[in-house]
Structures are given as structure tokens and as C-alpha cells.
């Protein structure tokens, strides 16, 4: 098993930025990948971005050039910086890690809101 507890979101201005955090606990030794999802209301759960253990990371187009997925492996933690939010950012982020047998685990998810 492994466990995820996210931290960093809030309310910010667009234009502003916000960083994300996801701490890995328990059976971590079998992730290869960990990433963040966010859906907002009355739509699909969508990926934002993902980043393997090799440091290999992809994003979705709506957030290239504006948020940087990234790991520190001494702490077990996938970050998410974004950047320049849009009011469409608007959403609950949640991180998952899918281990080496493709087993997901999510987080418990964190409020993002991008409002003037």
C-alpha cells in the first residue's frame, strides 16, 4: 500500500502562483510513476502532469509552459508548480502514484481556485 497526502492549494489571483505538494509513504519502493490529476466541476478528471523515477516528465498541453512537475526522492515527494493560473485552473488536484503491477493510489485531493 501506499498512502499520499497532498498540500499546497488555496485561493489565488490569476496571474499568481501556487505550489503543490505530494508526500509518498508506505510501499514506496514500487513507484515508478507519480503525477497530479484535477477535475473541476461538471467535467472529466483530467491529467495535468506526470513525472517517472527516472525523472522523466510529460504535461498536458493546457499547462505547458506554466506548470513544472518535479521530485525530490530523498523526501518522497512529487511537487507541482504553477504558474500564471487561469481562472480555468480552477479544480480539485489530486496525486497519484501507480506502482510497477499498474496499482494506482490517489490522494485525498486539494481545492484549487483561481479567482479575482
Known amino acids: 500500500q501506499v498512502q499520499l497526502v497532498e498540500s499546497g492549494g488555496g485561493l489565488v489571483q490569476p496571474g499568481g502562483s501556487l505550489r503543490l505538494s505530494c508526500a509518498a509513504s508506505?510501499?514506496?519502493?514500487?513507484?515508478?510513476?507519480m503525477g497530479w490529476y484535477r477535475q473541476s466541476p461538471g467535467k472529466q478528471r483530467e491529467l495535468v502532469a506526470a513525472i517517472t523515477t527516472g525523472g522523466s516528465a510529460n504535461y498536458a498541453d493546457f499547462v505547458k509552459g506554466r506548470f513544472t512537475i518535479s521530485r525530490d526522492s530523498a523526501k518522497n515527494t512529487v511537487y507541482l508548480q504553477m504558474n500564471s493560473l487561469k481562472l480555468e485552473d480552477t479544480a480539485v488536484y489530486s496525486c497519484?502514484?501507480?506502482?510497477?503491477?499498474?496499482?494506482?493510489?490517489w490522494g485525498q485531493g486539494t481545492q484549487v481556485t483561481v479567482s479575482s
Open positions: 508506505g510501499n514506496i519502493s514500487s513507484i515508478y510513476a
Open positions: 497519484i502514484a501507480r506502482n510497477l503491477f499498474s496499482s494506482d493510489y
